[in-house]
């Protein structure tokens, strides 16, 4: 029997979300059991202007599914790449060079002489894990999944997840509108976040106009935004999604930041703790988050001091490379 034949990568679009869910719904399942990604989502992703999402095609179908991100201003570049449960190994690994030419690429046009690569993997993940070492990519930290349930193992509401959060002196906590409306606090929370996380792991700043379009981009109550004022002056954040509520029916934290001067003072707990309590009254049944394990603000301290427990990790896989210049 003749092999199928492999054509170069398309450019992917939104209607191509069907097969790419199906691709990747396979993908996650091989590594962790179960899906990671919903369909809204991914259509989300195959709109996006910014990120250049390819597709690989044999006889059967699509073949390889791959995207990156660069970071602008920068050096850096997010990329993943989801090849077809089977597929020859050297197909992996032939789209993921391609995937990092074009890359350098795109950082050279930016006026850099190396590119930065980052490539989110789950742990379970062997076969993402093997592309990634025969690529020359290593591990450079680990981002832990946590979680917090809001009901008692009976499925009955927490009382306790419902608590109000404790008063810090001297600081509110209020909505921001996620419209019009909000803008000028919206500009102050998107300060705060850029301030407060210009430390972590590979941080690029954010344009506003960039941070601003993401809140609604699966629709105009996709995302909700507290700001903490200290004194009246924003000091605080916690951008939450609805991320996880289709398949874990669950609040999400994207984000929650609070500005270096004013740490220690229990303003993170208390931004985290209006959102389980908001999410517990919305019936939600947990919160989860993302935190980096080597975060210098000791953050993964806090999510256990409120009762949040581990239950998966993404390792961060990094590169660096010489750009091209054609």
Not at 87 to 106: C, T, V, W, Y
Request: net charge negative; with cysteine; glycine share 8%.
């Amino acid at each position: 029997m003749d092999s199928p034949t492999l054509h170069e990568p398309r450019p992917l679009g939104v209607e191509d979300a069907p097969e790419v869910a199906r691709l990747v719904e396979a993908c996650d399942i091989e590594a962790i059991g179960r899906p990671g990604y919903t369909v809204d989502e991914l259509e989300a992703d195959l709109r996006s202007t910014d990120v250049l999402l390819l597709g690989w095609y044999d006889d059967d179908g699509l073949l390889g599914y791959g995207w990156l991100d660069h970071a602008e201003g920068s050096e850096k570049v997010r990329l993943d790449l989801y090849p077809r449960p089977g597929a020859d190994p050297s197909f992996g690994e032939a789209a993921m060079a391609h995937l990092e030419e074009l890359a350098a690429r795109l950082v050279a046009a930016a006026g850099f002489d190396e590119v930065f690569l980052d490539v989110g993997a789950y742990r379970q993940d062997a076969r993402s894990r093997s592309l990634l070492q025969a690529r020359g990519f290593e591990v450079a930290t680990s981002f832990v999944r946590m979680r917090l349930d809001l009901r008692t193992p009976a499925g009955e509401a927490d009382p306790a997840a419902a608590a109000e959060p404790a008063v810090v002196p001297g600081v509110d906590i209020a909505e921001v509108p996620v419209d019009a409306g909000g803008e000028a606090d919206l500009r102050a929370a998107h300060r705060v976040n850029e301030t407060a996380l210009a430390e972590h792991y590979a941080h690029v700043d954010e344009p506003y106009d960039k941070w601003r379009s993401r809140l609604t981009e699966l629709g105009p109550d996709w995302s909700r935004v507290w700001l903490a004022r200290l004194d009246g002056e924003p000091v605080g954040l916690l951008l939450g999604t609805r991320q996880f509520e289709p398949d874990e029916d669950a609040g999400y934290v994207r984000s929650l930041a609070v500005l270096p001067s004013v740490r220690g003072r229990g303003i993170a707990t208390a931004l985290l703790r209006t959102y389980v309590a908001v999410s517990a009254a919305a019936g939600r049944s947990a919160v989860l988050l993302h935190v980096d394990v080597a975060n210098t603000t000791k953050a993964l301290r806090l999510y256990e001091s409120v009762g949040m427990r581990a239950f998966l990790t993404i390792d961060a896989w990094a590169k660096r490379s010489p750009t091209t210049s054609d």
